[in-house]
């Protein structure tokens, strides 16, 4: 895609809370996982419009977040940064990607399975023990945890 710079974020930058939670309503929740992942952004004239939480654990990695600036989803950005995650796995010998969503973030599922995940299993009542508000996603209330798996 023209004019999109994937990168990895500095160690001496913040990370972009803005976007990361979008895609994870829980500051809390996302800052007991960015120490010990490696965090990609992408940049369109440099300003960074999308994010992808990395987190290596063995021989496995979970994508922890992802996330692309409300006006510039639909664009492929969020597909960019995907590939790109799985590249970097690749690099570093890892065997299995695994991500986890909301039953109701179709574009996400979408986006997920059309780069080769799996669904491996369904957290019944996951997003209604972990949040103490409700989630909503187009118009659907967000109440199982999905997971999907690549093998690499």
């Known amino acids: ?16 809370m803005h ?11 996302v800052l007991s996982y960015l120490h010990k992942s490696r965090i990609f952004v992408a940049e369109k004239a440099g300003t960074i419009v999308g994010v ?4 290596p654990q063995g021989q496995q990695a979970e994508i922890m977040n992802i996330a692309v600036a409300e006006q510039q ?5 969020g597909r960019l940064l995907l590939k790109h995650a799985i590249m970097q796995a690749s690099k ?3 065997k299995q990607l695994v991500v986890c969503t909301g039953n ?6 979408s986006l997920y399975q059309g780069c080769g995940f799996s669904v491996v299993s369904i957290d019944e009542g996951y997003f209604l023990r972990a949040y103490p508000e409700p989630i ?8 199982d ?3 999907l798996r690549l093998e690499l």
């Open 1 to 16: 895609m023209a004019g999109i710079r994937i990168r990895a974020l500095s160690p001496t930058e913040q990370p972009p």
């Open 52 to 55: 992808l939480v990395l987190q």
């Open 73 to 77: 989803q639909g664009q492929g950005i």
């Open 104 to 109: 109701s973030s179709l574009p996400a599922l």
């Open 136 to 143: 909503f996603e187009n118009g659907l209330p967000c109440t």
């Open 19 to 29: 976007l990361l939670l979008l895609a994870d309503p829980s500051e809390e929740l």
């Open 145 to 147: 945890r999905i997971k």
């Open 92 to 94: 570093q010998k890892i």
